[in-house]
Structure formats: C-alpha cells, structure tokens
C-alpha cells in the first residue's frame, strides 16, 4: 500500500475511495486530484489540470439531472439553478461535507496558513476529484458521485435561485442606496488559471469580499457573502 500514501495526516486514500464509493484501478489519479501546487515539483502532477475536467463532468451531469427534473421550466430559469450548483460555493460546501480537506496533499506553509479549510482550494479539489473519477471509471462513475450529493442540492429550492450580485442590486435600489461598488483587491495565479480576490461595498454598511477564477465568479461570491450576513442582521 505505500503507493497509497502520502495523504496527509498520514489519512489512507482508501478512506477517500470509501467516501466517494468508488475504488480507483488508478489511485495515482486520486493522488493527483489531492496534490496542491504548493508541494508538487517539476516530476509531481497537480490538480489544476483534474479541475478543468472534473468542472466541465460536473455541469454535464449536473445539467442532465435539471434538464430532466425541472421539465416546465425555460432555459433562464434552468441557467440559474444550474450556476448555482456549480458555483464554487455550492462545491466548497460539498467538499466540507466529505471532509476533503483533511486528504490533501499541502506544504506545511499552506497547511499552516489554513488550507485545509480555505473555500476556493476545497472547491478546486472538489472539481479535481470528480475529474480523477471520470477518467478512473467513466462517466458512470462520476455520476454515482455526483448525482445523491447534488439531487437534493437541486431540489432544495421550489424556484430557481436569483443570481447574488442581482439581488444585492435590489436590495441597494429597494433603500435608495449607491449601487454596489465591486473591486478586485489581489490577483494570483498563474494566466491559465488566475484567482481574483474581489470586494464588495455598498454605502453604511461594512464590505464583504470573495474569490473566484474570474471576476465575475469573485464578484458573485463577495456579493453572496453580503447578502448572508445582511440576512443574518435581518436587514436583506
């Protein structure tokens, strides 16, 4: 079993396979879809690759499974439901919800500085175990995964969700307030795959920020954030 290892926390990946129901024929795939770039050389494979994948598995599935729940619904309104289930917030959710992050490969930088539980590299890793599991086992595998997380996902809400950076718009309108004010405060990564850290501000209340592959990704995630913790003082 020692090609199984190298988890950290000295955790087996056969807990992991147990977790996603699936023994992989390839653990080196799960292996991978675990490693972050912080500890990988020139010799190791990252997630990053096992992301794109596993993002585009996941929408097909996802996509599927609207498609042919909500059967009266219009294209707008399956669009909605269906960027919210893929949004990185929905799979940093999931990935807390499996404990992901105590089977990640880190440096003990990263792990130090909280890796383990920062959303926007659950959510990659999330994405990237998908891929390891569609290229281990097709997609029959993936969707064994993804189809009992993500079904109740989907019809937790009778009507599709409003996208967060439309309805902090609103929210700001409804009270004659400034419309939100969205700027990108750090930029990481490499250009293939960037990481924008955006803040969100709206006139006398204190702002929220967000993480994203794109701006638009970050501004819908600081904007969701707001929304949260305005709801939570009972003011949205």
């Given at each position: 079993?020692?090609?199984?290892?190298?988890?950290?926390?000295?955790?087996?990946?056969?807990?992991?396979?147990?977790?996603?129901?699936?023994?992989?024929?390839?653990?080196?795939?799960?292996?991978?879809?675990?490693?972050?770039?912080?500890?990988?050389?020139?010799?190791q494979?990252?997630?990053?690759?096992?992301?794109?994948?596993?993002?585009?598995?996941?929408?097909?599935?996802?996509?599927?499974?609207?498609?042919?729940?909500?059967?009266?619904?219009?294209?707008?309104?399956?669009?909605?439901?269906?960027?919210?289930?893929?949004?990185?917030?929905?799979?940093?959710?999931?990935?807390?919800?499996?404990?992901?992050?105590?089977?990640?490969?880190?440096?003990?930088?990263?792990?130090?500085?909280?890796?383990?539980?920062?959303?926007?590299?659950?959510?990659?890793?999330?994405?990237?175990?998908?891929?390891?599991?569609?290229?281990?086992?097709?997609?029959?595998?993936?969707?064994?995964?993804?189809?009992?997380?993500?079904?109740?996902?989907?019809?937790?809400?009778?009507?599709?969700?409003?996208d967060?950076?439309?309805?902090?718009?609103?929210?700001?309108?409804?009270?004659?307030?400034?419309?939100?004010?969205?700027?990108?405060?750090?930029?990481?990564?490499?250009?293939?795959?960037?990481?924008?850290?955006?803040?969100v501000?709206?006139?006398?209340?204190?702002?929220e920020?967000?993480?994203?592959?794109?701006?638009?990704?970050?501004?819908?995630?600081?904007?969701?954030?707001?929304?949260?913790?305005l709801?939570?003082?009972?003011?949205?």
């Open positions: 079993m020692g090609s199984r290892r190298g988890i950290a926390n000295d955790a087996d990946l056969q807990d992991l396979e147990e977790i996603l129901g699936h023994r992989f024929a390839r653990p080196k795939l799960l292996e991978h879809a675990l490693t972050h770039g912080s500890i990988a050389d020139k010799t494979q990252t997630y990053e690759r096992l992301e794109f994948l596993g993002d585009r598995v996941l929408g097909l599935v996802v996509a599927d499974l609207l498609f042919h729940r909500f059967t009266r619904e219009a294209e707008g309104a399956l669009g909605k439901r269906f960027a919210a289930l893929v949004s990185r917030t929905c799979l940093s959710e999931v990935a807390v919800n499996l404990g992901l992050g105590r089977f990640l490969r880190l440096s003990p930088g990263e792990s130090e500085s909280g890796g383990r539980e920062n959303p926007s590299l659950l959510a990659d890793a999330c994405e990237a175990v998908i891929a390891a599991l569609y290229l281990d086992g097709g997609l029959d595998a993936a969707r064994r995964f993804i189809e009992p997380i993500w079904t109740p996902l989907l019809e937790a809400s009778p009507r599709p969700p409003q967060p950076k439309t309805a902090l718009q609103e929210w700001a309108q409804g009270r004659q307030l400034e419309l939100p004010n969205y700027e990108v405060i750090d930029q990481s990564g490499p250009d293939h795959a960037p990481n924008f850290l955006v803040r501000a709206v006139t006398g209340h204190e702002p920020t967000g993480e994203g592959k794109s701006k638009r990704m970050a501004e819908r995630a600081a904007a969701d954030r707001l929304l949260d913790r709801r939570a003082q009972g003011i949205a």
